[in-house]
């Protein structure tokens, strides 16, 4: 008597589809859920991943905040595990590789709009503050991409003198000043203008112009030098 022929999992075929349909159609074609239940094929090859993918959705709101959510908070979610969250994490590493090699490859000023995209999607999801510098030469180009300091939920401690000591190790002429408001708006506050106020006159006898200050957030950006204040 020989065996008959096991039905393979419905989540099968759906795989299938939407590989074609990204294929075809292009991510664009893809709603956020089902990008999402994609990247989750790797993680959970045996396991329909379209109720995990709407779970992370209705815990984290879209694509984007699911991917650059921090690991504990992926954990809360039911189904989430070390696999899933390797997955996730890739894709948001990858990301952040592409746009930090587009910045990297031309000069600053004449690619802003990339390094604020940069700036936001490399610090604007982040739960603690963090102050970045970027490090240009006399053509405006970065010759590095430093987080200086990492703080709590609402506050970093800046070093002035640690700043433009670094700038003159690098043998940079400018630099780009760059931390995160992790409360998600980006309005300067009275302690991060006194901080700036005081780069900026460290750096400039010294030969190191402050482009700019940005701060990001998951509300968007704010410049200092769009607002005058540098």
Same mark, same amino acid.
């Given at each position: 008597?020989?065996?008959?022929?096991?039905?393979?999992?419905?989540?099968?075929?759906?795989?299938?589809?939407?590989?074609?349909?990204?294929?075809?159609?292009?991510?664009?074609?893809?709603?956020?859920?089902?990008?999402?239940?994609?990247?989750?094929?790797?993680?959970?090859?045996?396991?329909?991943?379209?109720?995990?993918?709407?779970?992370?959705?209705?815990?984290?709101?879209?694509?984007?905040?699911?991917?650059?959510?921090?690991?504990?908070?992926?954990?809360?979610?039911?189904?989430?595990?070390?696999?899933?969250?390797?997955?996730?994490?890739?894709?948001?590493?990858?990301?952040?590789?592409?746009?930090?090699?587009?910045?990297?490859?031309?000069?600053?000023?004449?690619?802003?709009?990339? #390094? @604020?995209?940069?700036?936001?999607?490399?610090? /604007?999801?982040?739960?603690?503050?963090? *102050? +970045?510098? %970027?490090? &240009?030469?006399?053509?405006?180009?970065?010759?590095?991409?430093?987080?200086?300091?990492?703080?709590?939920?609402?506050?970093?401690?800046?070093?002035?003198?640690?700043?433009?000591?670094?700038?003159?190790?690098?043998?940079?002429?400018?630099?780009?000043?760059?931390?995160?408001?992790?409360?998600?708006?980006?309005?300067?506050?009275?302690?991060?203008?006194?901080?700036?106020?005081?780069?900026?006159?460290?750096?400039?006898?010294?030969? #190191? @112009?402050?482009?700019?200050?940005?701060?990001? /957030?998951?509300?968007?950006?704010?410049? *200092? +030098?769009? %607002?005058? &204040?540098?």
């Amino acid at each position: 008597m020989g065996f008959k022929d096991v039905a393979k999992p419905h989540y099968y075929g759906h795989r299938e589809r939407l590989r074609k349909r990204f294929r075809d159609a292009g991510p664009d074609a893809l709603p956020d859920y089902e990008l999402l239940e994609m990247v989750l094929f790797r993680a959970m090859p045996r396991r329909d991943t379209k109720p995990l993918a709407k779970a992370l959705l209705a815990r984290f709101g879209t694509f984007a905040e699911a991917v650059n959510a921090p690991e504990d908070l992926l954990r809360e979610v039911p189904g989430i595990g070390d696999a899933a969250i390797t997955e996730l994490k890739l894709v948001r590493a990858a990301a952040l590789r592409l746009m930090r090699g587009e910045v990297l490859e031309r000069p600053v000023l004449s690619s802003w709009s990339q #390094v @604020l995209d940069y700036c936001r999607a490399s610090m /604007g999801f982040e739960a603690k503050e963090q *102050f +970045r510098i %970027l490090f &240009l030469d006399k053509r405006n180009q970065i010759i590095a991409d430093e987080v200086q300091q990492r703080g709590t939920v609402d506050h970093t401690p800046v070093y002035v003198r640690e700043v433009v000591k670094r700038a003159l190790e690098l043998s940079a002429t400018a630099i780009v000043l760059v931390h995160n408001h992790p409360s998600g708006d980006p309005t300067p506050s009275r302690a991060d203008i006194e901080m700036t106020k005081q780069i900026v006159a460290a750096a400039k006898p010294l030969g #190191v @112009l402050v482009h700019d200050h940005i701060i990001v /957030g998951k509300q968007g950006h704010a410049s *200092f +030098r769009g %607002l005058g &204040l540098i």
